[in-house]
């Protein structure tokens, strides 16, 4: 037990310590006011998000992007509430605070093809864009004044066809809130990580721009649409195999979108088991990764339960500890400094040890059951 706890730890402290490395790898993107040129089709499915639309339309209505470069796509997943209504109202409604006048904004319904309403979406909307460019992000978030700013020069500076962007919480007074976040920076400094030591493996379609033509390139989510989410890592997964050095990341704490975290427990655990679901479908770099950091959390409880029962020796399991609390540490603080959150990390003590529990439950429930989104069931 012992050799294979020292297995498991150093391979993690290895896969740690390369996208720490791969972390500073990627060079921060400044902006220098250049002329704009690229034009956009920003897409964004929604269903029953009447409450957070106005939020995102008036960061939508703040853009500093000229408006005759991008239009806005709103794809209607068969809401039940008045969604729709909302945003009618909310762009038809025309005070000095409130004006669309200029902004190409418009409502169309889903077209259903597939196991995942999402990725139907997303599909629809592309085949009724006007430009070449495609941004995604979702209903619940704050886009940045200088989004689209940020996506326009990096385009122009660099040979990318596909680029990912940072997302993070908003944050709140809770300590469910904290550990979420938490563990957005810890994916998000991974994310960062990977495209540091060119091995991409994660990204977030709440942020994610990528030319019309690679999507209609590499057929859309063809091969992946009986998975109901995951509209965003599979087809960097597809942009990634075909074009390696074309798939860039967007380190600029300009085009950083923010986005809610789960209001309680049982819907984050609901949201990791979803996102869990799709794992089974990763590449061998993604798989590899995941299971690793799956196994490490293992670990950690499993030695802890032999400790208590005098089958294990508890320094070692101490020592184990101690290692991967300073790595995961030293990645996240990384973050951090990138997201200008350092004051989450004074929750990171107790949500490290909250986290294993967590995560392996998020694991075992995942095997056993299927799952629930925005009130549809779902399938593995």
Same mark, same amino acid.
């Given at each position: 037990?012992?050799?294979?706890?020292?297995?498991?730890?150093?391979?993690?402290?290895?896969? @740690?310590?390369?996208?720490?490395?791969?972390?500073?790898?990627?060079?921060?993107?400044?902006?220098?006011?250049?002329?704009?040129?690229?034009?956009?089709?920003?897409? &964004? /499915?929604?269903?029953?998000?009447?409450?957070?639309?106005?939020?995102?339309?008036?960061?939508?209505?703040?853009?500093?992007?000229?408006?005759?470069?991008?239009?806005? #796509?709103?794809?209607?997943?068969?809401? %039940? *509430?008045?969604?729709?209504?909302?945003?009618?109202?909310?762009?038809? =409604?025309?005070? /000095?605070?409130? *004006?669309?006048?200029? #902004?190409?904004?418009?409502?169309?319904?889903?077209?259903?093809? =597939?196991?995942? /309403?999402?990725?139907?979406?997303? =599909?629809t909307a592309i085949k009724q864009s006007k430009y070449k460019w495609i941004i995604s992000t979702d209903a619940d978030c704050i886009l940045p004044k200088y989004w689209l700013d940020s996506f326009d020069e990096y385009i122009q500076k660099t040979n990318a066809i596909c680029i990912?962007?940072?997302? @993070?919480?908003?944050?709140?007074?809770?300590?469910?809130?904290?550990?979420?976040?938490?563990?957005?920076?810890?994916?998000?400094?991974?994310? &960062?990580?990977?495209?540091? @030591?060119?091995?991409?493996?994660?990204?977030?379609?709440?942020?994610?721009?990528?030319?019309?033509?690679?999507?209609?390139?590499?057929?859309?989510?063809?091969?992946?649409?009986?998975?109901?989410?995951?509209?965003?890592?599979?087809?960097?997964?597809?942009?990634?195999?075909?074009?390696?050095?074309?798939?860039?990341?967007?380190?600029?704490? !300009?085009?950083?979108?923010?986005? %809610?975290?789960?209001?309680?427990?049982?819907?984050?655990i609901s949201q990791r088991v979803r996102w869990a679901a799709k794992t089974t479908a990763y590449n061998y770099i993604g798989k590899t990764m995941g299971i690793i950091v799956l196994l490490t959390n293992i670990l950690i409880l499993i030695t802890l339960l032999l400790s208590i029962?005098?089958?294990?020796?508890?320094? &070692?399991?101490?020592? &184990?500890?101690?290692? !991967?609390?300073?790595?995961?540490?030293?990645? #996240?603080?990384?973050? =951090?400094?990138?997201?200008? %959150?350092?004051?989450?990390?004074?929750?990171?003590?107790?949500?490290?040890?909250?986290?294993?529990?967590?995560?392996?439950?998020?694991?075992?429930?995942?095997?056993?059951?299927?799952?629930?989104?925005?009130?549809?069931?779902? !399938?593995?």
């Amino acid at each position: 037990m012992i050799i294979i706890s020292i297995t498991i730890i150093l391979a993690y402290l290895f896969l @740690i310590a390369m996208l720490i490395y791969g972390f500073d790898k990627v060079s921060y993107f400044t902006l220098e006011d250049m002329p704009s040129k690229t034009k956009f089709s920003v897409v &964004i /499915p929604f269903r029953n998000e009447v409450e957070n639309l106005p939020i995102l339309l008036s960061s939508i209505k703040n853009l500093n992007y000229p408006k005759h470069l991008f239009e806005i #796509i709103l794809i209607n997943d068969d809401s %039940e *509430d008045d969604s729709v209504k909302t945003i009618k109202k909310i762009i038809d =409604t025309k005070t /000095p605070h409130n *004006d669309f006048s200029g #902004i190409d904004i418009k409502i169309i319904n889903n077209k259903r093809l =597939t196991n995942s /309403p999402k990725k139907d979406a997303i =599909t629809t909307a592309i085949k009724q864009s006007k430009y070449k460019w495609i941004i995604s992000t979702d209903a619940d978030c704050i886009l940045p004044k200088y989004w689209l700013d940020s996506f326009d020069e990096y385009i122009q500076k660099t040979n990318a066809i596909c680029i990912v962007a940072p997302v @993070i919480y908003n944050v709140t007074d809770s300590f469910l809130n904290r550990f979420q976040l938490l563990d957005i920076l810890s994916l998000q400094g991974a994310t &960062i990580g990977g495209f540091g @030591i060119k091995k991409p493996f994660l990204c977030n379609g709440a942020n994610f721009g990528y030319k019309k033509q690679l999507f209609n390139d590499l057929k859309g989510f063809d091969g992946n649409n009986n998975i109901a989410s995951g509209d965003d890592i599979f087809l960097l997964e597809k942009a990634t195999k075909t074009y390696p050095e074309k798939v860039h990341y967007l380190k600029s704490k !300009k085009a950083v979108v923010k986005t %809610e975290s789960q209001p309680s427990w049982a819907s984050l655990i609901s949201q990791r088991v979803r996102w869990a679901a799709k794992t089974t479908a990763y590449n061998y770099i993604g798989k590899t990764m995941g299971i690793i950091v799956l196994l490490t959390n293992i670990l950690i409880l499993i030695t802890l339960l032999l400790s208590i029962l005098g089958l294990y020796n508890f320094k &070692i399991w101490l020592y &184990i500890l101690i290692i !991967k609390f300073s790595i995961d540490f030293y990645l #996240i603080y990384k973050s =951090t400094v990138f997201f200008n %959150e350092q004051r989450i990390l004074k929750s990171y003590f107790l949500g490290f040890f909250i986290y294993p529990f967590f995560s392996v439950y998020v694991a075992l429930t995942s095997i056993f059951s299927n799952y629930a989104w925005k009130g549809r069931p779902f !399938k593995k």
